[in-house]
């Protein structure tokens, strides 16, 4: 863990990767000079921003400002 203290809010997660895939994205975090942590990090904000869901609360607020349609389409995934 890098030798850094986690912080309370931090979850962790055991995932399991095939072989060819744990291949592939380690050989593409060499070639970006990346962490694995790093790319699990952009996957996941892609993967939320594809279906639309906030990252953290400033992007959540940011959406309900945007207007009474953005509101209701988060609002309306809650349920």
Do not use: C, I
């Not at 912080?7 to 060499?30: I, M, N, T, Y």
């Not at 970006?32 to 904000?45: G, W, Y």
């Not at 892609?46 to 609002?75: E, N, T, Y």
């Amino acid at each position: 863990m890098n030798g850094k203290s986690a912080s309370p809010d931090v979850r962790r997660k055991l995932v399991e990767f095939d072989a060819e895939s744990w291949h592939a994205l380690d050989l593409l975090a060499r070639d970006r000079d990346a962490t694995f942590q790093e790319l699990a990090d952009e996957a996941f904000r892609d993967l939320l921003a594809k279906h639309h869901r906030p990252v953290g609360l400033r992007d959540a607020l940011r959406r309900s400002a945007a207007g009474p349609a953005s509101a209701r389409k988060l609002r309306s995934r809650k349920d």
